[in-house]
Each structure stands twice: as C-alpha cells, then as structure tokens.
C-alpha cells in the first residue's frame, strides 16, 4: 500500500501570499495518478487537482499541482480567505485509493 | 443538481451492525463506480470500499474487509454500506462519493468528484 505524507502539518500564511503543500509518496504513484482534495469544517472534500496537475471543472487557477513519481505539490497563489482550509492528496493505484493525513492552512 | 445524500447511521454497541445508505440525484448512476469513504475525528479521510458500475467489481480496504460490504441498487439509484462486527475504531462520518474518470492524452485518472453529506457512525457501549 502507497502510504502518503504531507507537509507541513500546519502552515501559517496571510490572504494573498502564496502557499505551498508537499506530499510524499512511500514508492512511486502509478502514473501519477495523484490528485489534490479541500476539506472545510463540517463539509465533505472537494476535488481540486487531479492527475497530478490539472484542474478540475470550476476550480480557480490559483490553485495549481505540480511533482511526479514519490513527490507532489499543490501550490495556492494569491490566497483568499476562502482557501483557509485542510487540504488532502490521494493516490489511486492498484484499484486502490490512499489518503494524506492532511494539511491545515490557516491564517 | 449534482447529489449524493447518506442515510443510516447512528449510535451503536461494538459488536453490532450498521445498514448506511447513500442515494444519488441528478445524474446517471448506473455507468458510475461509487466508493465508501470515512473520516474519524481529527484525521484524513480513509477509503472502504468500491464497487463498479454493474456491481461486477467490488473492492475492500483491508481494515474492513470481511466485516463490510458494500452493495448497490441500479432501479433505485442507490448503494450501501453493510457494516458489521463494529469495533470502537470504526466511529467516524461515512461518505459514499462517486469515482470519476479523466483521460488525459493515453493516460485515465481516477478521483472523486461528487461527495455527500456524510452520515456519523458512534461505536460506543
């Protein structure tokens, strides 16, 4: 099983700086079938990024996803208070989907 | 609109089962895998299960497999979650959340697009 680990736990940024989040994978995401999830309090993820690096339908091109192989990184450039939130990868291999054990952006 | 809305879950004692139901709206089910996601307090969401389209493919999380089993039902635009042999550690909120395909150039991607509500499950005597 592909385990997932992001970074940092918890990282501090202001409304409109830019923020990166890293996930690492255990061995190799099988054709970097990795994809990017949002999670505010009290509702259900939300896709963000899918195969690694691109968007999915209505997700504003602030946010970004880049990396292949074992290393990934979602980038959210010009932060809006709306994007304070945790923040989740996920890889899809082997029929199989593994999680991040997240991220928390917060001001 | 675009839905998925859980049903069934509640307080139980460990040991006992758990029927969750998850109905979708404003799409065409049959031709879509759903999945069966959880999230305990305080952690990442964890995958459970996975069924195909025309309940061909089923799949398992191996911290569930054996004690759970997911079915649906086509004529009514709906899948399950049966649960049983429930332990403390199973206390979460449950989301069904349908499998999405993207094909880009010679490659598919798979991720989920569309979520529900989520139902909360408490194992506790």
Known sequence: ?107 | EVQLVESGGGLVQPGGSLRLSCEASGFDFNPYSMNWVRQAPGKGPEWLAYISGSSNTIYYAGSVRGRFTISRDNAKNSVFLEMYSLRDEDTAVYYCARRTRMIRGVISFYSMDVWGQGTTVTVSS
Not at chain 1, 68 to 83: A, H, N, Q, R
């Open chain 1, 1 to 107: 099983e592909v385990v997932l680990t992001q970074s940092p736990g918890t990282l501090s940024v202001s409304p409109g700086e830019r923020a990166t989040l890293s996930c690492r994978a255990s061995q190799t995401v099988t054709n970097n079938d990795l994809a990017w999830y949002q999670q505010k309090r009290g509702q259900a993820p939300r896709l963000l990024i899918y195969g690694a690096s691109s968007r999915a339908a209505g997700i504003p091109e602030r946010f970004s996803g880049s990396g292949s192989g074992t290393d990934f990184t979602l980038t959210i450039s010009g932060l809006e208070s709306e994007d304070f939130a945790v923040y989740y990868c996920q890889q899809y291999g082997g029929s199989l989907f593994t999680f991040g054990q997240g991220t928390k952006l917060e001001i």
